[in-house]
């Protein structure tokens, strides 16, 4: 089956303890991003891979890092996370190298930080 | 860079009455129009999309229009169901980059 799948879907830490949200996809595709998702401000997209090796800064990429070593991969990294980054994250991924196609999200990794 | 507003925020409307959500965009270089439902506990999923040189474009309930002049473009979803209820986001590419733009979303209700 086609999916985008990222782990973990629930996650509780506290400030300063560095994680990984890692978003996998079985569909070949060129681009992969990562959004947040806030009340009243909709999907804003904090970082995206056009390919391998290849990454860009989206809207809101402060206190985020990411890497595309593979394919596949696209894990999201917080060194220190901070309260503000408490949120819904969503990985998509698309087969164009552009945002003109449809993209595919994976189901939500929701992140509480204390 | 690009700028994305949508209305309603929230949307109620009777089983089988139609529901109208509208977006404007700033780019007008802009030329694709993406449609994404996201139901509870899900990710976003796309419903239909349109690209700048149509006006409009259907798919059996689901309609999107486009006006390029105005910068605004709508999703249009006739006789509404109960599984219609979700929120809905529009979306518009940023020119010469790879950023998508999403409007804050309309949650939409259809009661039964």
């Known amino acids: 089956e086609a999916q985008v799948t990222q782990n973990p879907r629930y996650l509780i830490t506290v400030t300063g303890k560095k994680l990984t949200v890692t978003c996998s996809q079985n569909m070949n595709h060129e681009y992969m991003s990562w959004y947040r998702q806030d009340p009243g401000l909709g999907l804003r997209q904090i970082y995206y891979?056009?390919?391998?090796?290849?990454?860009d800064k989206g809207d809101v990429p402060e206190g985020y890092k990411v890497s595309r070593k593979e394919k596949r991969n696209f894990p999201l990294i917080l060194e220190s996370p901070s309260p503000n980054q408490t949120s819904l994250y969503f990985c998509a991924s698309s087969f164009l190298t552009s945002v003109t196609g449809e993209l595919f999200f994976g189901e939500g990794s929701r992140l509480t930080v204390l | 860079g690009e700028n994305v507003e949508q209305h309603p925020s929230t949307l109620s409307v009777q089983e089988g009455d139609s529901a109208v959500i509208k977006c404007t965009y700033s780019d007008s270089a802009s030329n694709y129009f993406p449609w994404y439902k996201q139901e509870l506990g899900k990710g976003p999923q796309l419903i239909i999309d349109i690209r700048s040189n149509v006006g409009e474009k259907k798919d059996q309930r689901i309609a999107v229009t486009l006006n390029k002049t105005a910068k605004h473009f709508s999703l249009h979803i006739t006789e509404t169901q109960p599984e219609d209820s979700a929120v809905y986001f529009c979306a518009a590419p940023q020119t010469g980059a790879n950023n998508l733009f999403f409007g804050t979303g309309t949650r939409l209700t259809v009661i039964p």
């Open positions: 891979s056009m390919n391998v090796e290849v990454t």
